[in-house]
């Protein structure tokens, strides 16, 4: 079989991926195996690809690999969220091409368009997801808003609201006047912005005094109902039972007292607008104040602000603030910075808004999340963030479920003529319970969580029909992995509902990803112009490259500070194994050869040598520490396999490799495949096929995870000092320009006792002739003093005595140094007393071996100095 000298990942991306798909390698039915199960992280139906899921879809994919290998019976489930938000955006934008308004159409005729969006958009991103190499079980795609799973989102709101934990009522909101919806608190995101804090004169009635207020939402005056002062503030005690008026609109309000008040913010005033702040709200209902909505739900001025009706609430502050000034009632301006509240959806300046709404009262269902992620029923992955999770739960609100929209599930609120309600699962239901057949429902939609917090359960079909096999095997799933900025409002909500409808935890672990970012540590978007396009960079770099590239630097919950770099490094690390897989293919077998005693130790070490390392990635994974598994592996195979092994057992130029090495070498390099596969699918899928015949059933992709046997530690020692001396050697000839081509002598002064049956290995790597143990430094040799034991290497020509001197009292200096931290740390009674013994007893051995290293350098030292 020819062998391409570049492996080209355009020709067998797309090829394996195909093959496993017609070999059902990714689909999974229950049987008698184990399951290791995970759910994707739903992706908007609006989504295209970007950095952050590519992140995230590798880790889940090295998870699923990994376990498949294992012999689990794998599922991964992928599917999409309906995105009520940005998917209406979509559609409204996509009728207004065709000259469409919303408000022109009905409901039924928008939602038969929205569903034709989703039915040619809506799988993008899925089929993007392929081309990482996302071995997800296709057959079981799930939709939010399918059938199925709508059925199971009203049968639990119904639920909910029969045992009382849902109510409907007039609340305090966040309100997205772009959205033209109500969002929830987690859906509101907080940047700190320069703003203005304007001085306000408000006169009291009946009198020459004026009061000054300090407010950055001027427009909000027109909203006033009270002027609130706090009780032991001697400045205003006089005002008690007086009323001040309200500029512009010449509207007498009542001066309250009340200790929210911070009297040292501003002036120690405050107005009141009880409909647009939920302090203010709050002071509202505590002292009886009336409330006066003056926004549109578009975030302009209506009827009732009486003054700039229709204009938009920002050009009504620049307004605003130009007629207080006018008419004497500005006082100053002063430049501040403070938090301002935005919609994650739209990037709108969320209003706070009373409004008629659905709550879920979370209080109900909330104490099992806390319980079992404190107690790491359920564990995070980093436990950072165990911490902000608790302080969540413990301060919980009430969840706003209800969105004005139409594209979701409609709440199942069916009103009669008088306005009174019930809730049921269809109109047949609900007919039955009101005793009236003159119904109309609920014009609302649930927030979009309200169906993902029931993902790991509804795929299953785990609410309609509790008793199904699927359920019983996969449920509870293993691990989730996702981003800590959706563990309130996505995270938090599936352990509530696992409990509240399983009685048992949805899953495991909990892996957050960090946040991916650049160079410069900002936020990847397409709006700073930072994100590369993921396709792209597969395109560039292939897609084993871009997945080994972003998890080289990933490690869970800290962000990843991407660089293309790093897909190069991926990329790089491909072209190694393909040339060393070339390598070993190109060179011809002597069947009559006997193996090289080098070649027969190569093999052990190398066998001992990965035996370790996958005891150590199998135990990175444990701890999900996905990036340290992935840099074993790397380290094993570009300087252990590539850089030592293959230039110990590889033939002299014109001879060929012996059968056993052969052998060997091809059964090493297929479990380095193996290790390789759950990280870099596809050129390892590549390989194995190349190196041997298979069957049809013979893919990595369900080959055995290699297991970890019993090493040899001694073995591998040896082989470090030994590696130590070859390149200290190698160093050597560098620096005295002393060809490879030509073969130097080697006396060893053996200090410490070596293992010399490793001699022949150096003497196959660094061009050494003969080594000889000796008792006294050889004339005319530079030396080496590795360990205690001392290395002189045979030169032509006389050795420069004064050269010599000082590269040994360098030695001397670093040893005696570090002799003197060894010391330092011994000399502390804290470390002794309460260090580990065996942490101890290493520092002694750490200080008996510097101290005979320093008498071996000053023994040299002594010698040439004679």
């Known amino acids: 079989m020819d062998i391409a000298k570049h492996y080209d990942p355009s020709k067998t991306e797309d090829k394996w991926y195909a093959r496993w798909i017609e070999n059902d390698f990714f689909h999974s039915e229950p049987d008698t195996r184990e399951p290791y199960t995970i759910v994707i992280p739903p992706p908007n139906v609006t989504g295209v690809l970007h950095m952050g899921h590519m992140l995230n879809i590798t880790i889940q994919d090295v ?57 040619t958009h809506g799988g993008i991103i899925l089929e993007q997801l392929k081309k990482l190499g996302a071995s997800c079980d296709w057959q079981r795609t799930r939709f939010t808003m399918e059938d199925n799973l709508s059925e199971s989102v009203i049968k639990v709101f119904v639920d909910l609201y029969n045992k009382g934990y849902i109510y409907r009522g007039i609340r305090m909101v966040n309100w997205d006047p772009q959205g033209l919806t109500a969002v929830s608190d987690e859906e509101v995101i907080h940047k700190e912005i320069n703003a203005n804090l304007y001085y306000l004169e408000y006169q009291i009635q009946d009198s020459e005094e004026k009061l000054t207020i300090a407010t950055t939402r001027p427009e909000t005056i027109l909203g006033d109902t009270a002027v609130c002062l706090h009780p032991d503030d001697e400045r205003y005690k006089h005002l008690k039972g007086k009323m001040a008026v309200v500029p512009l609109i010449d509207k007498p309000v009542p001066i309250i007292y009340d200790d929210y008040v911070d009297i040292e913010f501003g002036t120690g005033a405050l107005k009141v607008t009880p409909a647009h702040d939920i302090n203010d709200y709050e002071l509202g209902i505590k002292h009886n104040l009336d409330s006066v909505d003056i926004f549109n739900d578009n975030g302009t001025l209506n009827e009732s602000a009486q003054l700039f009706i229709g204009v938009d609430r920002f050009e009504v502050r620049k307004q605003i603030v130009e007629e207080l000034d006018k008419n004497g009632c500005l006082v100053k301006t002063e430049a501040i910075s403070h938090s301002v509240g935005y919609s994650e959806r739209t990037d709108a300046v969320i209003e706070p808004k009373l409004s008629m709404q659905w709550f879920c009262d979370m209080s109900k269902i909330a104490e099992p999340a806390l319980k079992y992620v404190m107690d790491d029923t359920i564990k995070f992955y980093p436990s950072k963030f165990k911490t902000s999770y608790k302080h969540w739960l413990e301060n919980i609100r009430d969840w706003c479920i209800s969105r004005q929209l139409w594209w979701g599930q409609r709440i199942p609120a069916w009103y009669d003529e008088n306005g009174d309600f019930v809730v049921a699962e269809n109109e047949e239901k609900a007919k039955k319970l009101a005793k009236t057949s003159n119904l109309r429902q609920d014009e609302d939609v649930l927030d979009t969580w309200f169906s993902s917090w029931l993902w790991p359960i509804s795929v299953f079909d785990g609410i309609r029909n509790p008793d199904n096999k699927d359920l019983a095997y996969y449920y509870p799933t ?309 360990g205690l034991n001392e290395y002189f290497v045979l030169c032509d020509g006389e050795v420069d005595a004064e050269e010599e001197i000082v590269k040994l009292q360098a030695d001397l200096d670093y040893s005696k140094g570090f002799r003197s931290t060894v010391l330092k740390k011994l000399g502390n009674k804290n470390f002794v007393s309460n260090a580990p013994k065996k942490v101890v007893e290493l520092e002694k051995m750490k200080l008996s071996d510097s101290e005979s290293r320093i008498k071996v350098i000053e023994e040299q030292l002594k010698a040439l100095s004679n």
């Open 478 to 786: 293993n691990d989730l992995v996702t981003a800590p900025e959706i563990l309130f409002f996505w995270v938090a909500r599936m352990i509530m509902a696992g409990y509240e409808y399983m009685g048992e935890k949805p899953f495991s672990n909990v892996y957050l990803t960090g946040i991916v970012r650049d160079k410069e540590r900002r936020k990847m978007s397409k709006s700073l112009g930072n994100s590369p396009e993921p396709l792209n960079l597969i395109k560039a770099y292939s897609a084993d490259g871009v997945r080994v590239g972003m998890l080289l630097c990933s490690p869970a919950g800290n962000d990843l500070l991407f660089d293309e770099s790093l897909c190069s490094q991926g990329r790089n690390f491909c072209n190694k194994l393909w040339n060393s897989f070339r390598l070993i293919k190109g060179w011809d077998v002597d069947k009559e050869a006997v193996q090289p005693e080098e070649a027969a130790i190569a093999v052990r070490w190398f066998t001992s040598k990965s035996d370790q390392a996958i005891a150590k990635i199998d135990d990175h994974f444990k701890k999900f520490r996905i990036s340290d598994a992935l840099m074993c592996i790397y380290r094993l195979v570009w300087d252990d396999y590539c850089s030592w092994y293959l230039e110990i057992i590889k033939p002299e130029a014109g001879q060929g490799i012996d059968a056993k090495t052969h052998s060997q070498t091809t059964r090493i390099l297929e479990r380095l495949l193996r290790i390789m596969h759950p990280f870099m699918p596809f050129i390892t899928e590549e390989i194995w096929h190349q190196i041997s015949e298979r069957s049809d059933v013979d893919y990595i992709v369900i080959a055995n995870w290699p297991q970890a046997s019993t090493y040899d530690h001694e073995l591998l020692r040896n082989f470090e000092i030994t590696a130590e001396v070859v390149s200290g050697i190698r160093s050597l000839r560098k620096n005295m320009n002393i060809s490879f081509k030509q073969a130097v002598g080697l006396q060893i002064k053996e200090n410490q006792k070596l293992n010399r049956e490793l001699d022949c290995v150096i003497s196959k790597l660094a061009n050494v002739d003969a080594v000889i143990y000796v008792d006294k430094k050889p004339k005319d040799a530079k030396s080496l003093i590795i």
């Open 63 to 119: 998870l699923v690999r990994k376990a498949r290998m294992e012999g689990k019976n794998t599922l991964w489930v992928p599917g999409t969220d309906h995105a009520s938000i940005a998917t209406e955006a979509k559609v409204v934008a996509k009728l207004l091409e065709e000259g469409i308004e919303k408000k022109d159409i009905t409901r039924e005729e928008f939602m038969e368009k929205a569903w034709e969006w989703k039915e």
